[in-house]
Antibody, heavy 129, light 110 residues
């Protein structure tokens, strides 16, 4: 059974870089049938897609975060990474990693089908001044 | 401001049917498939519907999804107390080249 577990420092100072990791178990980040995504949720707010990475290393990012975010992976360790640079109070919240499927009924079409089918429990990030 | 629009809240009594709408545009729902997620406070979201109307294994049959043009809907038939939760729609937006979530709809079981 696939499981994802996020980890991080818990607190980061404003203007510094937030670095999070996501450990994947019971499955492989080398899968060619999935992407891997990061999503965040500010306190009391909705879900916000940060970006995703494919096993080839190719990435896509939210336009609003693209200039400050880096997503990467270590397939040998089954780990995903998220770096958010120059953090502010607006970056506080709960950060999730998730597996993304892009196949349905045997039809695989990236982005036409795109859904997060397995989620980690999330890790909380506080930004201190 | 989300590119997908959902009503902030809806409610129903046990056994009733509630429907949540999700309105988008030609660059998202009009082009790509829609997913729906359920989230309880403090917990990770759970995939309820993918590819407009497909239920993952383990999701009760009372949850169903549909899409027409640039709008989609999630129906909960035979509402149960445990369905009291937040629901989000989402789709890939080709113009933004990004995945977009709706603002969420709080379903209250009276």
């Amino acid at each position: 059974q696939l499981q994802l577990q996020e980890s991080g420092p818990g607190m980061v100072k404003a203007s510094e870089t937030l670095s999070l990791a996501c450990a994947v178990s019971g499955g492989s980040t080398s899968s060619t049938l999935h992407y891997w995504a990061w999503i965040r949720q500010s306190p009391g707010k909705g879900l916000d897609w940060i970006g995703s990475v494919y096993e080839s290393g190719s990435t896509k990012y939210s336009p609003s975060l693209k200039s400050r975010v880096t997503i990467s992976m270590d397939k040998s360790q089954n780990l995903l990474y998220l770096d958010v640079h120059s953090v502010t109070a607006a970056d506080m919240g709960l950060y999730f990693c998730a597996r993304v499927g892009y196949c349905s009924g045997g039809n695989c079409h990236a982005y036409f089908h795109y859904y997060m089918d397995v989620w980690g429990r999330g890790t909380t990030v506080i930004v201190s001044s | 401001q989300s590119v997908l629009t959902q009503p902030p809240s809806t409610s129903g009594t046990p056994g009733q049917t509630v429907t949540i709408s999700c309105s988008g545009s030609g660059s998202n729902i009009g082009t790509n498939t829609v997913s729906w997620y359920q989230q309880f406070p403090g917990a990770a979201p759970k995939l309820l519907i993918y590819s407009n109307n497909q239920r993952p294994s383990g999701v009760p049959g009372r949850f169903s999804g549909s899409k027409s043009g640039t709008s989609a809907s999630l129906a909960i038939t035979g509402l149960q107390s445990e369905d009291d939760s937040e629901y989000y729609c989402a789709a890939w937006d080709a113009r933004l080249d990004a995945y977009v979530f709706g603002p969420g709809t709080k379903v209250t079981v009276l």
